[in-house]
């Protein structure tokens, strides 16, 4: 993707108009500088997607914004390499049919409705997802602290 199409569609996530009541997901830097900004309403789905540092495969936990809390629905872990597995209780594993497999109903919300995530560089390419955008957070942060938040419109 080419400088002006990221700057493109970073104008175009941060001029994303709200709507009263709606949620928003943020991405902030510790100054406040706004790196992304999605509108999620009430059912709404997002996506924090990654690739393994060893393995390199594309690991993802997506949320639900219900009711305005912040809930990790679901994770997809493509092998069980470092740092990945299921945690017998927290949700439920089924295979995803390619040698990988997914945890379902886990159904956990985040504390806060917030967390802070230090983006990996290069090939790890940490992005948040909603509908068809993606932004690239390592891209834009990467090693930096970068916190997530589901918040009303009215908190913005």
Excluded at 7 to 32: F, H, K, M, Q, Y
Excluded at 41 to 67: A, I, K, T
Excluded at 128 to 147: N, P
Aim: hydrophobic content about 40%.
């Amino acid at each position: 993707m080419t400088g002006w199409m990221r700057g493109g569609l970073l104008a175009l996530l941060l001029s994303v108009s709200t709507s009263a009541g709606a949620e928003v997901l943020v991405a902030t830097r510790p100054n406040g500088e706004q790196i992304a900004r999605f509108n999620v309403p009430d059912g709404g789905w997002w996506c924090v997607l990654w690739h393994h540092s060893v393995q390199g495969f594309e690991v993802s936990d997506c949320y639900e914004n219900r009711g305005g809390r912040m809930i990790l629905v679901r994770s997809h872990l493509p092998d069980f390499a470092a740092g990945l597995d299921h945690i017998p209780g927290r949700g439920r594993q089924v295979s995803d049919g390619q040698g990988g497999y997914f945890i379902l109903d886990i159904d956990e919300p985040v504390p806060g409705n917030a967390y802070v995530l230090r983006p990996g560089a290069g090939p790890v390419d940490h992005r948040l997802q909603v509908g068809g955008q993606t932004v690239s957070l390592s891209a834009k942060a990467a090693r930096e602290r970068v916190r997530i938040v589901l918040t009303g419109t009215e908190d913005q």
